[in-house]
């Protein structure tokens, strides 16, 4: 479904429950999914430490598994009484978010507006973190995949913002963030998708030109450049499955608080788009494959076995 410029959310979505909001978001024609809640202590509902408290899917399949069905909306939240709310976006609501986290986001700002480019003021949502969700109406005919760091039309990588297109999602008002604050509308008006972003492709940043600052362990690290190192070798025929494997083992050890998830996906997505694979599908296939690993967390061994890492592995 596409959205027309002009549209605006229901005024009370922001002040009522976070059933009561999905149940808006569905009868919109938004797809809706149940996230992960989080706890007044600032836990995530999961009860694991994970690195995405009140931010992941609480299914498998995540945005593929979102419903517009009051039923089906009413029966997982009646299970999950405590969970988060997350909207899908690209072809499944017709709305392209753009996900802008500050601080770092703003010098990715300054970034688009040196290169002449603007965000359009549109919809807008504030986490309750530091973020800002950008939400635009997806312009008929145009399909446009999901991308971390960087955005369509501007060559320049944009660390701090990710496009949330086709099998993404973005956690939605009034849901609560690891802050203890809620996510609330802030500008409702929405907005055309900027026609910059239509101009010209983007363009992938070389896997080679990847390097690992901060997000990860010396355990967690060592692992993380010998899977990009596979899934770099990876032929034709075995790169999707050997993507989805190595963001299992990768999602074990970010379950383990061995890596950090935004690490992971970041490093994979270089190493798949090397390889040739379409981005919103690779990110997808990432996301599934981490999100098994996480459910099965591992920390570096005791007195490490496997490949070698340059320090002592992190104790947690
Ligand atoms: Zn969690």
């Known amino acids: 479904m596409v959205r027309s410029p002009g549209w605006e959310p229901p005024r009370a979505i922001g002040s009522r429950s976070v059933l009561d909001a999905a149940r808006s978001y569905g009868a919109e024609g938004w797809p809706v999914l149940p996230v992960a809640g989080v706890s007044s202590t600032g836990e995530c509902g999961c009860g694991r430490s994970c690195e995405g408290p009140g931010k992941h899917p609480l299914f498998r399949h995540g945005a593929h598994e979102a419903t517009t069905?009051?039923?089906?909306?009413?029966?997982?939240?009646?299970?999950?009484?405590?969970?988060?709310?997350?909207?899908?976006?690209?072809?499944?609501?017709?709305?392209?978010?753009?996900?802008?986290?500050?601080?770092?986001?703003?010098?990715?700002?300054?970034?688009?507006?040196?290169?002449?480019?603007?965000?359009?003021?549109?919809?807008?949502?504030?986490?309750?973190?530091?973020?800002?969700?950008?939400?635009?109406?997806?312009?008929?005919?145009?399909?446009?995949?999901?991308?971390?760091?960087?955005l369509p039309g501007l060559a320049q990588a944009l660390p701090g913002i990710d496009l949330r297109s086709d099998s993404g999602y973005v956690v939605a008002p009034p849901s609560i963030h690891a802050s203890g604050r809620r996510y609330r509308w802030d500008r409702r008006r929405i907005a055309e998708l900027p026609s910059w972003m239509l101009s010209r492709p983007m363009v992938p940043t070389p896997?080679?030109?990847?390097?690992?600052?901060?997000?990860?362990?010396?355990?967690?690290?060592?692992?993380?450049?010998?899977?990009?190192?596979?899934?770099?070798?990876?032929?034709?025929?075995?790169?999707?499955?050997?993507?989805?494997?190595?963001?299992?083992?990768?999602?074990?050890?970010?379950?383990?608080?061995?890596?950090?998830?935004?690490?992971?996906?970041?490093?994979?997505?270089?190493?798949?788009?090397?390889?040739?694979?379409?981005e919103s599908e690779a990110a997808a296939t990432i996301r599934s494959g981490m999100r098994a690993g996480m459910a099965v967390p591992r920390r570096a061994p005791e007195g490490n076995s496997g490949w070698q890492p340059l320090h002592k592995p992190r104790r947690r």
């Open 207 to 278: 896997a080679t030109n990847f390097c690992l600052t901060g997000g990860a362990s010396a355990y967690g690290a060592a692992a993380l450049s010998r899977e990009l190192e596979a899934v770099r070798g990876l032929d034709v025929v075995q790169r999707n499955d050997g993507l989805h494997r190595a963001a299992f083992c990768l999602g074990r050890l970010v379950g383990g608080g061995e890596l950090t998830e935004a690490l992971v996906l970041e490093t994979l997505l270089c190493g798949a788009l090397a390889v040739g694979l379409g």
């Open 69 to 150: 069905d009051p039923v089906l909306i009413e029966e997982w939240w009646r299970r999950s009484p405590g969970a988060n709310v997350g909207i899908a976006t690209g072809a499944a609501s017709g709305l392209i978010v753009v996900d802008l986290d500050l601080p770092k986001g703003g010098e990715s700002l300054q970034t688009l507006v040196a290169a002449g480019h603007q965000l359009a003021p549109t919809l807008t949502s504030r986490t309750g973190g530091r973020g800002l969700h950008l939400f635009y109406a997806q312009p008929s005919g145009i399909a446009m995949p999901s991308s971390v760091g960087r």
